[in-house]
């Protein structure tokens, strides 16, 4: 069982200043300060246990709530420990940050671009199956992006030496209903940069590229504008996001 989170982030609203991500904020290139400063190199289990300690309004922390469909109590422990041993690679070749979690995959698996059925099948590297069902739902749980992703990062050999991650790491949704996705708001994404940050931080000689224009931004706003871009596999796009990574591993040598 991991370390309890060792402070509690609540936030009761998002501000006036939240406005479609396309219209605002786009130019800026000065990293923001806030309160939520994560100190750099922390461990593994300190930084996954405050990202557990976060709370937003119509935001699900998959690593510190329950949802009602969890098979027991204990589902936030197990997305932790499933979180820590996805980032426990001490030297990655690829990581890969996304704009935020989906309701059929992190929320319920713990790990981004993953999801139930994936992990009661031992495929994910790093993270032990677990003994049962994740979640009440009538058959286990499986995302699209999850399935492209993971097929093509063990077609071209990378699975293993490969790390996800966020620009918003947790799991926004349409109040109320809670099994929606959405697009982070601007301010949402940068409140979630000294994560992100550290997660850079963490693996500083590891190849990024980011998947989507969402994440691309919360690279840009770190000074990393160089990270290349891969398409999203959802929406008809596998076929280019498959094209884009063995590319992209091409010209890195891997």
């Not at 904020?25 to 750099?40: H, L």
């Not at 940050?97 to 992990?119: H, M, Q």
Request: hydrophobic share 40%; charged share 20%.
């Amino acid at each position: 069982m991991g370390q309890e989170p060792d402070v509690t982030i609540v936030a009761k609203s998002s501000s006036a200043v939240c406005m479609q991500w396309r219209t605002t904020c786009r130019y800026s290139q000065t990293p923001p300060r806030n309160d939520w400063e994560v100190p750099r190199k922390m461990t593994i289990e300190r930084f996954v246990g405050r990202v557990a300690a976060v709370r937003l309004p119509s935001v699900f922390n998959p690593w510190g709530q329950r949802s009602p469909h969890d098979t027991s109590a204990g589902g936030p422990a197990a997305r932790r420990r499933h979180l820590r041993a996805h980032l426990s690679i001490a030297d990655p070749a690829l990581l890969i940050v996304g704009e935020a979690p989906g309701y059929r995959g992190c929320r319920y698996s713990g790990i981004p671009f993953t999801d139930e059925r994936k992990l009661l099948a031992g495929a994910v590297p790093r993270v032990a199956p677990p003994s049962g069902r994740l979640t009440t739902f009538p058959l286990s749980l499986a995302e699209l992006t999850a399935t492209i992703m993971w097929k093509a990062l063990f077609d071209f050999g990378v699975a293993e030496r490969t790390v996800f991650w966020s620009a918003f790491p947790w799991h926004p949704f349409r109040s109320p209903e809670q099994h929606t996705n959405r697009r982070p708001t601007v301010q949402e994404l940068e409140l979630a940069l000294p994560f992100l940050e550290e997660t850079l931080a963490r693996y500083p000689d590891t190849h990024v590229a980011t998947l989507g224009r969402v994440a691309e931004w919360s690279l840009r706003r770190l000074g990393r504008a160089t990270s290349p871009v891969l398409r999203h596999p959802a929406n008809g796009g596998a076929t280019a996001f498959r094209t884009g990574l063995h590319r992209l591993l091409r010209d890195y040598g891997l």
